[in-house]
């Protein structure tokens, strides 16, 4: 038989039960009716909603919102009054000091806004939004020295750096200081820097941050490099171009794939093509393949071959690399080309163009057309730069035939490649 005192514990301890789901119940209600109101956001709802649950931040940011964006009668007052609870029971939430601060400049009140942007960056510290807008307020009230600081935070936001390196082109004309300054100096910011930099074609500008960008990361170095170098091959900038290649054959350890004297690198197909920077570029298309060849080579171990597979009439231009130079020079290329089998009356040769020069110094040169099969063949040409030729492209090249068995059959082979100086 149960005592009186166990069944008054076991009462209490049910009662409290009830009480507490009562409790849990009422504030899931709470929950349940604030984000009905959420999701139906009537002018009358959210008036509601903020007296039903006045500790709720995203109630009150979408009555201040009701008020701020109102189409017919905004009521800035409220709308601030609204902006502010909200802030104030949830300060991490960038979009309400965002609007805040928009009400503000709307009304022509700049120092609240300014207020309002400081209080969302002290909420959140080194944000790169917040650091963005607080930036861009004080650039357009012309505090430039406060704004600097800023940016170079928000560069830190992957979405917003293209705007930043933008934005600080346009404050500043020095690239040193835009480097030191505005540009945060981690691998990856000062990587998309670099990048921004080619693309914007202000390849000058970034060989001071090619060069502190990886240092004790050579592969990085070595990739970026690569980019960077082409980059100024293709703008005509022949000497900036050597000497940046010049440093990646060192970082990679394969400066012997250019002797001394010699202007190509590995001509000899010797070494594995990497397919980037200034050696040999294999361009993959329809109809053909290119590889290594270790079974067949005029001399040493290795050629490349090209073998098309008689199914396109193809343009082809899949093996070139560009070559820096100097201007007015004379120079010498040769190399061996072999073919097995090559159909179509339009084979395979060789060219050498000039590239970005005026039309009137531009140049291309060809060998003679191969086809059918033949051994080894030496080719040879010789040029002359013009006074602003500083960069070359040499091809293996062969053009569509008009004849009507036009797709090309069959196997060529090049080796042993060669660019000199020539003396006179």
């Known amino acids: 038989?149960?005592?009186?005192g166990k069944v008054s514990v076991q009462l209490l301890f049910r009662m409290g039960l009830l009480a507490g789901g009562f409790v849990y119940l009422g504030y899931f209600s709470v929950i349940l009716v604030g984000q009905w109101l959420l999701d139906h956001p009537t002018r009358e709802n959210l008036d509601r909603g903020i007296r039903w649950d006045s500790r709720n931040p995203a109630l009150w940011s979408a009555y201040a919102r009701q008020w701020h964006f109102l189409p017919d009668s905004p009521d800035a007052p409220r709308a601030v009054e609204g902006y502010h609870r909200a802030g104030s029971l949830n300060p991490l939430d960038p979009n309400t000091w965002k609007d805040l601060a928009s009400v503000h400049m709307e009304r022509g009140e700049r120092e609240e806004a300014e207020v309002a942007l400081r209080t969302e960056l002290?909420?959140?510290?080194h944000s790169p939004q917040a650091s963005w807008r607080l930036a861009n307020f004080l650039l357009v009230s012309g505090r430039t020295a406060e704004a600097l600081p800023l940016l170079r935070t928000a560069a830190n936001e992957l979405s917003l750096r293209v705007a930043v390196f933008d934005l600080a082109w346009k404050l500043e004309d020095d690239p040193e200081v835009i480097q030191r300054e505005l540009v945060p100096a981690t691998r990856e910011v000062r990587a998309d820097y670099l990048q921004f930099l080619l693309r914007r074609g202000r390849l000058a500008a970034a060989y001071p941050v090619?060069?502190?960008?990886a240092a004790g990361d050579t592969g990085l170095k070595v990739r970026l490099g690569n980019i960077y170098v082409e980059a100024l091959a293709g703008a005509g900038m022949?000497?900036?171009?050597g000497r940046?290649?010049?440093e990646i054959l060192a970082l990679t350890?394969?400066?012997s794939?250019?002797?001394p004297g010699e202007l190509l690198t590995n001509g000899d197909f010797e070494a594995d093509i990497p397919n980037a920077g200034l050696g040999w570029r294999l361009t993959k298309g329809a109809g053909y393949q290119i590889a290594l060849d270790e079974f067949t080579f005029q001399n040493g171990t290795r050629s490349l071959r090209v073998s098309f597979d008689g199914t396109v009439n193809?343009?082809?231009?899949?093996?070139?690399?560009?070559?820096?130079?100097?201007p007015n020079r004379r120079y010498r290329f040769e190399g061996y080309l072999r073919t097995d089998s090559i159909t179509t009356d339009n084979g395979l040769f060789f060219t050498i163009s000039s590239v970005g020069v005026p039309g009137g110094e531009a140049f291309s040169h060809s060998t003679a057309n191969h086809v059918e099969t033949m051994g080894w063949v030496r080719e040879q040409l010789d040029f002359q730069t013009g006074p602003r030729t500083t960069v070359v492209l040499i091809q293996l090249r062969r053009s569509p035939s008009p004849k009507l068995n036009n797709l090309i059959q069959g196997k060529v082979w090049i080796d042993n490649l060669s660019l000199q100086t020539r003396v006179p």
């Open 1 to 4: 038989m149960l005592s009186w």
């Open 257 to 259: 794939l250019k002797p």
């Open 122 to 125: 002290a909420s959140i510290p």
């Open 253 to 255: 350890g394969r400066t």
């Open 210 to 213: 090619w060069q502190e960008i």
């Open 314 to 326: 193809v343009n082809f231009a899949g093996v070139w690399g560009t070559v820096p130079v100097e």
């Open 244 to 246: 940046v290649w010049d």
């Open 238 to 241: 022949g000497a900036e171009a």
